[in-house]
């Protein structure tokens, strides 16, 4: 089974073709609604967007806005990623507070007191954010308190076309960071240090349009494992990154499962019954995920013994335990610790997804549970998720999709 094009990754680069001024073509870009999202907000802001397949093409030639609308704010927090390139762009920048959403509050301190500290005016009025850049971006030296992914995006994008030299120090260092650097530097810009917690992004004058092949998704790829490890299926996934893996495959290797690494290609057999998690924290990268958080702990609802989660990540990021034992799943949460109490097995039962990889967990959960499981809200799995239902009826399970 191919896994599909990385959902963070693909976002953030197509915020990033902004800042070409020509034409951008991205391979490999999963269909799910964020991109459409995406897709939607580069358009408002004058690009002429192109898909065919997995393929997108953005020319950004002509940018005649500066704003997100508020529903797409809304819509898609992540959205928050185009602040730092629609600057860079035009100078100027309005869109919302992205509010909180299904994992909590998403602060977005980090990102603003960056993009002042490089120049950036912010005033809110309602909501609203109106951004602008009198004197132009400036180069400075940036340091994180904590290694947002999205934050450092933002700089990124705001300094690669700055006035001198950018230092981020505590920076992110997941893959999607490293892909956007190869992104930026193959349209020009001079982007050092990505996937260490140091970043030196040197200014440069103008970006031109490149070609880029977006990274595999690890948690997809991390998803699909659970689905196999859960009902002790071996599958064989193809176009994975092993490397981006790493923090996700001791776990199944402590589940008990065989794992064969081959080139680009990794094979699971899982074992009869399922061992148990002792300690699965998430933590930034090359940390635990901790989008594969939920997806892991629908596996371990049916392993021998007691499994124990930390989420140190997001501050709500348990909404499927209730759903979990809904299906007869046994987990108690206490503040960021979820401890589950492998059973011998689940019983189908109607679950609602409330968010994108909890959702995941729910269908995840279900394929192991005695009798019929309907999963509600697939709309926020098809947010991170491309066509998961035929995914997993082409790897044998008895799916599908009913009309929402
Ligand atoms: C990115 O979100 C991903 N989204 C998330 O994936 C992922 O869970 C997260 O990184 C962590 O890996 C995209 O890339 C589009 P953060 P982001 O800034 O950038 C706090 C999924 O399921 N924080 O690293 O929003 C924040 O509240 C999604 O695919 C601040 O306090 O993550 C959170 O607790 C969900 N202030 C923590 O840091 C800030 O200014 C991690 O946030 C920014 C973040």
């Known amino acids: 089974m191919r896994v599909h ?80 390139a629609i600057l860079a762009r035009t100078g100027k920048a309005e869109l919302s507070f992205p509010g909180g959403c299904e994992l909590g509050p998403r602060p977005i301190d980090l990102h603003l007191s960056a993009l002042k500290k490089l120049g950036v005016q ?24 904590f290694p947002s992914v999205g934050a450092t995006e933002n700089v990124m994008l ?20 490293c892909d956007l650097a190869a992104f930026l530097n193959a349209c020009g810009a001079r982007v050092q240090g990505a996937g260490s917690s140091t970043i030196v992004i040197q200014g440069v004058e103008h970006l031109h349009g490149c070609e880029h092949h977006v990274i595999p998704d690890r948690i997809a790829a991390a998803t699909l494992l659970s689905a196999a490890a859960v009902t002790g299926s071996g599958i064989l996934l193809r176009g994975i990154e092993p490397a981006h893996l790493e923090p996700v495959l001791p776990v199944f290797e402590e ?50 013994g007691t499994s124990v989660f930390v989420e140190n990540i997001f501050e709500s990021r348990y909404k499927h335990v209730g759903e979990l034992t809904r299906l007869g799943a046994r987990i108690k949460v206490e503040g960021r610790v979820a401890v589950i109490e492998g059973v011998g097995h689940l019983s189908g039962a109607s ?18 549970a005695e009798g019929v499981t309907q999963v509600n809200h697939v709309r926020y799995i098809d947010r991170g998720y491309e066509h998961l239902e035929q995914t997993l009826a082409q790897l044998g399970a008895n799916i599908v999709r009913l009309d929402d």
């Not at 009025?125 to 602008?132: A, E, I, N, P, Y």
């Not at 700055?162 to 120090?169: D, F, H, S, Y």
């Open 5 to 84: 094009g990385a959902k963070n990754s693909t976002l953030p680069l197509l915020a990033a073709c902004l800042l070409c001024g020509g034409e951008c073509v991205l391979h490999n870009c999963p269909q799910l609604s964020d991109v459409g999202i995406t897709i939607q907000i580069l358009r408002h802001l004058g690009c002429q967007v192109q898909r065919e397949g997995s393929t997108v093409t953005v020319d950004s030639s002509q940018i005649h806005n500066f704003d997100i609308p508020d529903e797409w704010m809304r819509e898609m927090r992540s959205s928050i990623v185009f602040l730092g």
């Open 122 to 145: 912010i005033h809110e009025d309602h909501g609203r954010l109106h951004c602008s850049v009198r004197h132009g971006l400036r180069g400075k030296n940036i340091g994180f308190s």
């Open 158 to 177: 705001a300094t690669v076309l700055a006035k001198g030299t950018t230092v981020i120090t505590n920076a992110a260092c997941e893959p999607e960071i």
């Open 255 to 304: 589940a008990g499962c065989e794992l064969i690494v081959r080139g680009k290609e990794l094979t699971i057999m899982p074992p009869e019954r399922l061992s148990p998690l002792q300690s699965v924290r998430t933590m930034p990268y090359p940390g635990f995920p901790t989008d594969a958080q939920a997806p892991i702990m629908a596996m371990a609802c049916v392993a021998q």
């Open 351 to 368: 679950v609602q997804a409330a968010d994108l990889r909890g959702g995941a967990a729910l269908v995840v959960a279900g394929l192991a």
